[in-house]
């Protein structure tokens, strides 16, 4: 049964049926430690079920990432069928591929996000997080059934993308990696061989402003959990509270421009190319603006599994 557990700079919390916070009594200080002491963990899920209207109110705490840092934030490229549609791929041939993010870009959820003055074209992408419990040596084989003993948590993310900088220089790090571009949590769930079980009933949905933009369950991913950290652990070590985030559905800002015109544009030199594509990108509302409300939360339909909302205000800097 899963366990809903938050961070505030006072240390780490189970939250009741009713958003109450039972504090648990540890001594971890990352989520790694805290992830070694499910004793603890358990007494204060206890504790919170037994009386869940005691405990501190949850809007009365400002929470943090249950994410903490330095960690290894990896990710899957287009890993949903609609978002390898929306970016112009086949999503029965697009090859299952990674990158990096630096662990600097994590941040709070409710944290504003900020957008330097350099990046014009700033897109958003609601992602399902993976915490790791265990380590995962180079080698590992992962199967379904075995997945609970290497996945212990997971978490809400927004793989916050600097488009303009991502797309001509053909790499992600930097376009993914300034401070602020991946919003954690709010909650850290905790969860058992069951409720891994539920994983394709997830829906992931993200809006902007009140509009929806993101609205898919996992039933959309192409490279399933388990599968993707065999392939994963073919090259890369994961350790405890490293977190593999899973992919984004479509409707994120960036949209492929269609067939034919990327056909005409690969007549073009490369920066004849990407001046005509940004030129064209200029006329799209979609792309966060100062002051754009993002709220990002994954759950079941039913609220059986419910990793929360997360509320973050773009600010240009």
Not at 53 to 61: F, H, I, K, R, V
Not at 90 to 111: C, I, N, W
Not at 231 to 244: E, N, S
Request: hydrophobic share 40%; proline share 7%; aromatic share 6%.
């Amino acid at each position: 049964m899963s366990i809903q557990v938050v961070r505030t700079t006072d240390g780490w919390w189970v939250e009741s049926g009713t958003g109450r916070l039972h504090r648990v009594d540890t001594d971890a200080d990352t989520t790694a430690g805290l992830l070694a002491d499910r004793s603890a963990v358990r007494q204060a899920a206890a504790r919170a079920a037994a009386d869940p209207d005691a405990g501190l109110s949850g809007g009365e705490a400002e929470l943090l990432s249950p994410v903490t840092t330095p960690c290894r934030v990896v990710a899957q490229m287009v890993n949903y069928r609609s978002h390898a549609v929306d970016s112009g791929f086949d999503p029965d041939t697009v090859p299952p591929a990674f990158f990096r993010k630096a662990s600097g870009s994590v941040s709070g959820p409710y944290q504003d996000i900020v957008r330097p003055q350099h990046v014009r074209f700033l897109d958003y992408e609601v992602e399902l997080g993976l915490v790791m419990g265990a380590g995962l040596p180079v080698g590992t084989e992962v199967t379904d059934a075995d997945l609970p003993a290497y996945v212990a948590a997971l978490v809400v993310a927004n793989d916050v993308s600097a488009r303009d900088l991502q797309l001509p220089k053909t790499q992600f790090y930097e376009s993914k990696s300034y401070p602020t571009f991946t919003p954690l949590g709010p909650r850290l769930l905790l969860v058992d061989a069951d409720d891994l079980a539920r994983l394709p009933d997830l829906r992931l949905t993200l809006k902007v402003n009140g509009t929806t933009r993101q609205d898919r369950t996992t039933t959309d991913m192409i490279v399933r959990p388990a599968r993707a950290l065999s392939l994963l652990a073919r090259f890369q070590t994961l350790q405890p509270g490293d977190v593999l985030l899973t992919g984004t559905p479509g409707g994120t800002a960036l949209k492929s421009p269609g067939r034919l015109l990327t056909r005409l544009a690969a007549l073009l030199p490369p920066h004849k190319r990407w001046q005509k594509f940004f030129a064209r990108q200029q006329a799209n509302p979609d792309y966060l603006k100062d002051g754009d409300v993002v709220t990002a939360c994954i759950a079941t339909d039913d609220g059986a599994l419910d990793l929360g909302e997360q509320r973050t205000v773009v600010r240009t800097r």
